[in-house]
């Protein structure tokens, strides 16, 4: 793990070379690929193959497409957002390639197990070392073209790591310390950023919680919450982000009489006495769209994703879901009522 400003244009060649990698395949999205051009600029002879064709929530035929450019190769190095690490680790999943991996946004993937594919609307997730990135470079100077709404969205999307590990399978001391640690560093780098989004600390901040919220979605696994956005991600095509950013209140609201003590952890590290409306306010303050019916997904489509969801809960959830109980939360996070009091 490296981590500081300016290290990915100075380190990075360094990082490849310890690999003594001389086929990398270098995977960036249309829109993060001039700069990963000038990122493998020392080391342009030694890039094998560039992928661009990065899709959100890696649909399966853009990893089949990733796969066959990787014959040959024996390094991946990934430059971009969770989308563009999920495609390298598609790659290292069927090719065992290493990865080295250079995030963009606050996704926290570089530092997970976890892999995610898409197949029509469904998505399928798993865990497997392999995928794992070997090396990350950190460098907070590469997130400071992320736009205000997007910073915003990607920063809670690493917020609702930090809640859920709390409740989640495997969750232990270790995990939530760090995630507790890494609410703080989201909450001061969040609105820092909001109100400069060229401030470096600020940046700084929000990448080192990003990081923190990975750890502790790695060790905690995914619970009630996750489970949630990635049925309706792969349902609806929902833009990842901004749904973490609108369903997370709600699953807090419902869990919180469950897990008491996760709930006064929580509000405390976000700095507020309720939890629930601490995260709602951020929202507001960062102009979080309200309810997932402003990301355009139609109120009929919840009741299609019910059974889904109910498949895949983790048993120990603080609180049973029963359908009933699903639906209600699905409903509010859709209209964006107040958690709490399910005023508008
Ligand atoms: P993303 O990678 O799709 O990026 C969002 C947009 O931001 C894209 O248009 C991208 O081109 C642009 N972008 C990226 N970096 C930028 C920068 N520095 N400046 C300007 N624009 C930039 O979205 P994301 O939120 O980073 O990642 C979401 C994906 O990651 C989802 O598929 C999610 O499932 C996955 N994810 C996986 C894990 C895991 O552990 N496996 C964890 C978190 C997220």
Redo the contacts with the bound molecule.
């Keep these: 793990m490296v981590f500081g400003s300016g290290i990915a244009r100075s380190g990075l060649l360094g990082e490849v070379d310890a690999f003594g990698a001389d086929g990398i395949l270098l995977i960036s999205?249309d829109?993060?690929a001039a700069l990963a051009r000038e990122l493998c600029a020392p080391f342009a002879d030694r890039v094998a193959v560039t992928f661009t064709g990065v899709r959100?929530?890696?649909p399966v035929e853009v990893a089949e497409r990733a796969r066959e450019v990787a014959s040959g190769a024996d390094l991946v190095l990934s430059v971009?957002?969770?989308?563009?690490?999920?495609t390298a680790?598609a790659v290292a999943l069927t090719t065992g390639l290493p990865i080295v991996a250079v995030p963009?946004?606050y996704?926290?993937?570089e530092v997970?197990p976890?892999?995610?594919l898409t197949e029509g609307s469904r998505k399928t997730t798993g865990t497997d070392p392999r995928v794992l990135p070997r090396t990350v470079v950190y460098d907070p100077d590469?997130?400071l073209?992320?736009?205000a709404a997007?910073s915003a969205a990607?920063g809670l999307?690493a917020m609702a790591h930090c809640v859920e590990a709390f409740w989640a399978p495997r969750r232990n001391p270790v995990s939530s310390a760090v995630a507790e640690d890494g609410i703080r560093h989201l909450s001061a780098g969040l609105l820092a950023v909001a109100a400069d989004p060229a401030d470096r600390d600020a940046r700084a901040e929000l990448l080192l919680g990003a990081y923190l919220a990975?750890s502790a979605?790695a060790g905690a696994g995914s619970g009630l919450h996750h489970k949630i956005c990635h049925v309706l991600?792969g349902a609806f095509d929902l833009p990842?982000?901004q749904t973490h950013a609108i369903v997370l209140p709600h699953v807090l609201a419902f869990n919180a009489p469950g897990a008491p003590a996760a709930a006064s952890r929580i509000a405390s590290a976000l700095g507020r006495p309720d939890p629930v409306g601490g995260l709602r306010e951020f929202g507001e303050k960062l102009g979080v769209p309200a309810g997932l019916r402003e990301l355009g997904l139609r109120e009929s489509g919840l009741d299609d994703v019910l059974d889904d969801i109910l498949a895949i809960v983790p048993a120990d959830n603080p609180r049973p879901v029963t359908s009933a109980g699903l639906r209600t939360l699905l409903r509010a996070a859709w209209g964006g009522t107040d958690p709490a009091t399910g005023a508008p």
């Design positions: 999205a829109t993060e959100p929530h890696v971009g957002g969770g989308s563009t690490t999920g680790k963009t946004t996704a926290g993937s997970t976890v892999w995610g590469l997130t073209t992320l736009p997007l990607s999307n990975g979605f991600g990842h982000a």
